[in-house]
């Protein structure tokens, strides 16, 4: 079993910054891709970014390219997502998700296995 944790959500204003964390822990056994989705109401769940296992390569979607920076820590099992320049139009859902493909980032959701919860992000104007 695979637990994926996203926690850093909250309300902020247009401009602010915010980092989300993802923690993963459970039965792990071999390397993983990580990516960042997210889903706002009325709209379909969106790939926000991702990051490959040995962190070399990242995966931005043009809305949030230049204002959002995904890392990973391997030691730790965590993953973060930095978002700056925030706009009302970021206010989501936002959600982690593991991928066994560990080279090149996918961004189809059905690329990933195992996914969080989400944590919830407004963004006020």
């Known amino acids: 079993q695979v637990r994926v944790v996203e926690s850093g959500g909250g309300l902020v204003q247009a401009g602010d910054s915010l980092r989300l964390s993802c923690s993963a822990s459970?039965?792990?056994?071999?390397?993983?891709?990580m990516g960042w989705f997210r889903h706002a109401p009325g709209k379909e769940r969106e790939f926000v970014g991702g990051?490959?296992?040995?962190?070399?390569?990242?995966e931005y979607s043009h809305s949030v390219k230049g204002r959002f920076t995904i890392s990973r820590d391997n030691a730790r099992n965590m993953g973060y997502l930095q978002m700056t320049s925030l706009k009302p139009e970021d206010t989501a859902d936002y959600y982690c998700?593991?991928?066994?493909?560990?080279?090149?980032?996918?961004?189809?959701?059905?690329?990933?296995?195992?996914w969080g919860q989400g944590t919830p992000v407004t963004v006020s104007s």
């Open positions: 459970g039965r792990i056994f071999s390397p993983y891709s």
């Open positions: 990051i490959n296992f040995s962190g070399r390569s990242t």
């Open positions: 998700a593991l991928t066994k493909r560990t080279i090149v980032v996918p961004t189809a959701i059905d690329a990933y296995e195992y």
